[in-house]
């Protein structure tokens, strides 16, 4: 069974930089697709970002694109979220997850971490 751990949040100012990681572990596939979510109080939960983890194909929101990566270390078996000039309305808890197949940006994926809490103040 994968397993998905997220680290990496934190309380950061707006403007700054912050970098989550996700460590996998268990049956993962190089074919699968890792994606990003987020889900901030009150809200539903969101795409933020996706790759699959052998190509080099990547999707993003409109809300994060030119301000977040994702990222991939194959030999620590982990994902990362690159996030810049970050903005009070990017405050969530994010969601690390995996698929093997399916739409990147849809919310039905197989696998999801524990999630990191992100707090962007102004």
């Known amino acids: 069974q994968v397993q998905l751990v997220e680290s990496g949040g934190g309380l950061v100012q707006a403007g700054g930089s912050l970098r989550l990681s996700c460590v996998a572990s268990g049956r993962t596939f190089s074919s699968y697709i890792m994606g990003w979510f987020r889900q901030a109080p009150g809200k539903e939960r969101e795409f933020v970002a996706a790759m699959h983890w052998s190509a080099r194909i990547t999707y993003y929101a409109d809300s994060v694109k030119g301000r977040f990566t994702i990222s991939r270390d194959n030999a620590k078996n982990t994902v990362y979220l690159q996030m810049n000039s970050l903005k009070p309305e990017d405050t969530a808890v994010y969601y690390c997850?995996?698929?093997?197949?399916?739409?990147?940006?849809?919310?039905?994926?197989?696998?999801w971490g524990q999630g990191t809490q992100v707090t962007v103040s102004s």
């Open positions: 997850a995996a698929r093997s197949s399916g739409r990147p940006r849809g919310s039905d994926y197989d696998y």
